[in-house]
């Protein structure tokens, strides 16, 4: 298994020394390793991995002693085209724990989190520190404000597995969890980011169903965010979130339909759920895929309405409307949507000035603005407000965050 970095300033032995690390991090031993050649080797037992899945009491006991795992890491940087990162896995048995797959994957993953930590920590004269204010997260919520009940899912997927890419999707998911923690004070071990190849269909069940099942309690609130690619099913007209592996031609078993995602999140415990999708469904382009041959023009796009919420209110800001496409926004990197609902967060949404942020100030202002936006792009992208478990008037005067810090 392979990645690439097509635009890193680093050179072979800086990518040669963060794989190195980032091996002996994983628990394994570095057996031997050559820096010009850009190879790695190593070895470990399955109880010294970092994270290890399948393993069974019996099977440690029995295969510890003597089983190991091989991993070999080979790091090129040619003169010209894009870096290129590889690692392989193999088992000294068969009946040894752990998944090689899923064991090269996290690697890759978490090396490129060492990378992106690496490089912000590295001067360069060139280098942009905020692009825009929306990127200068607010400062910390004070400790008695904090919402040490809150828990999040934050899924991004920017570059897929056989699909076009979404721009700034991974971009979006990392500053809406700086937002989260500041902003509205959630702690930092209450939200999962799963991003790209890290976002599968199982990944979408492991944490949008069962995670928050395990941890969300009564009095919760729950923030779901999504930035991707979304599908319409070419005969309900049913929409999908597209995972990483998502396949359009297949939607009902590679795909996440947005229908079983309220009915999840009615079902938790929880005092109050937002939910924010900035993606689309109409196939036209944009945030949004269709199977090949299908024809996305007349098709009519069956937004579920929310369950009912007994006791609990939930609000949905989607990017917008059925028929239209929910585009970026290139000059701010982001996601269109993202980057007003974003800023609407920072208080550009409170209308009134009283330092509070209603769903309702949030809607007109996202609104307007991506409006006005768009239609200078050349489209039309209309958000909407979709809410259930109190009267409209009451979820529109509901407050989302609290500026008098």
């Known amino acids: 298994m392979s990645t690439g970095f097509p635009s890193l300033k680093l050179s072979q032995q800086e990518l040669f020394d963060l794989a190195s690390q980032e091996l002996k991090e994983e628990g394994f031993d570095v057996l031997e390793s050559n820096p010009s050649e850009g190879v790695i080797l190593g070895s470990v037992t399955p109880n010294r991995l970092r994270n290890i899945e399948g393993a069974s009491a019996d099977t440690l006991v029995r295969n510890i002693a ?34 090689p797959y899923a064991l090269q994957r996290d690697f890759l993953y978490n090396y490129k989190l060492r990378i992106e930590k690496y490089l912000a920590g590295k001067p360069t004269e060139s280098k942009k520190q905020i692009l825009d204010p929306v990127d ?94 979304g599908s319409p099913h070419p005969k309900s007209g049913q929409p999908f979130l597209v995972p990483f592996d998502g396949d359009p031609q297949y939607l009902d078993k590679t795909a996440y339909p947005v229908e079983r995602l309220y009915q999840t999140l009615a079902k938790l415990p929880a005092e109050r759920v937002v939910v924010v999708l900035d993606s689309c469904f109409s196939g036209a382009g944009g945030r949004s895929i269709v199977a090949k041959g299908s024809r996305p023009v007349g098709l009519t796009i069956e937004n579920p309405s929310l369950p009912a919420m007994a006791g609990k209110k939930m609000v949905v800001f989607s990017a917008s409307q059925n028929n239209q496409i929910s585009s970026a926004f290139p000059e701010k990197q982001h996601g269109l949507f993202t980057y007003f609902f974003l800023k609407g967060f920072q208080g550009s949404a409170d209308k009134d000035s009283n330092g509070m942020v209603s769903v309702g100030e949030l809607q007109d202002y ?25 009267t409209q008037a009451e979820m529109l005067n509901m407050s989302i965050i609290d500026l008098t810090q």
Request: proline share 7%; no cysteine; hydrophobic share 30%.
């Open 136 to 229: 200068q997260l607010p400062p910390p919520i004070p400790g008695p404000k904090r919402r040490t009940n809150g828990y999040a899912v934050l899924i991004g997927v920017e570059t897929y597995r056989d699909l076009p890419k979404v721009d700034f999707a991974s971009r979006d998911v990392e500053t809406m969890k700086g937002y989260l923690i500041n902003a509205l004070g959630y702690p930092e071990d209450h939200i999962m980011v799963r991003t790209n190849e890290r976002a599968t269909r199982s990944d979408f069940e492991s944490y949008l169903e069962r995670w928050l099942e395990n941890n969300v309690e009564k009095g919760s609130e729950v923030f779901v965010y999504y930035s991707g690619h």
């Open 366 to 390: 996202v609104r307007t603005e991506v409006q006005r936006q768009s239609r200078k792009m050349n489209s039309e992208q209309t958000p909407q407000v979709t809410t259930a478990g109190a």
């Open 66 to 99: 003597t089983g190991l795992l091989f991993v070999r890491v080979d790091v090129q940087k040619p003169d010209q085209g894009e870096s290129l990162v590889s690692v392989n896995v193999k088992k000294s048995s068969s009946v040894l724990p752990g998944d």
